[in-house]
């Protein structure tokens, strides 16, 4: 019978594509794990890595294998989740991965409910990127990710992921207050601060801009929404937003429903093996509870 933790070896190499990463992500050093994959390919009988520049690559046989154990490790995790079920309290760590707008406005109210319901269960957070924090959740990174897509822009769909809503989040054009603009179009000579290319909500505030006919000036970029709400707040530019990002407290400047009323989706996601864990399952209810 093949060794497990080395077939873990072979699947992390295969989702996360360098022995280095694998290396960093199980803290072993990048020669033991070659070492053990060396191990492993002497056990199989067949090679399983193929240099390849200054990278190794699976041989299909190997990828094959890597699926196979992808199967034994959900089948593990499985069972630690059902066992874990009989338990009378919830306990075990929870690592959580959540973007920055659900993070200020979800977590204090998550953790204070947490620690009230569930004292001996301990949640780990990291703020991450969305699409990021996915794929990372199903490689066993986390345990749990509040992850976001905007209308039109589905996230990437990670095999073995489960979804659950969590709320439905309006977004609205902010403009300064004293502002004398009434509709997307009036916000074509102004300047906007959106996030960088390549977020989800740059490319969909852009189309936005274009449907209403004309290109946005973009003087302003940046991942922290926090900087967003001071630029309108300011007189200095104008922003989409969703309500999260003020949730407990005004908004910074005068808001505008654009057309369509649209709305981002945040929800939850856990890999389907380990989301009957009970400090799972608490952690997923306390972040619902807070969210309505």
Known sequence: MYDVRRLRLLKELADRGTLAEVAAALRFSPSTVSQQLALLEREVGVPLLVPSGRRVVLTPEAQTLADRAGEVLALLERAESEVAARAVTASGTVRLAIFQSAALALLPQTL???GRDHPQVRVEMVQHEP???LHRTSTRD???VVAEQY??????WH???DHRPLVRDPIRMVVPTGSGIRALADAAREPWVLEPRGAAS???AEQQCRLAGFEPDVRYESADLEVHMRLVESGNAVAMLPDLV???RPAPGRTIVPAGSPAREVFTAARTS???RPAVVALRAALEAAAS
């Open 112 to 114: 204070t409910l947490m």
């Open 131 to 133: 699409e990021a924090a």
């Open 142 to 144: 986390f345990d749990l």
């Open 151 to 156: 209308p039109g822009h589905a996230t990437a």
């Open 159 to 161: 095999q073995g992921l």
């Open 202 to 204: 740059r490319h969909w």
């Open 246 to 248: 003020w949730s407990g």
């Open 274 to 276: 380990g989301a009957a």
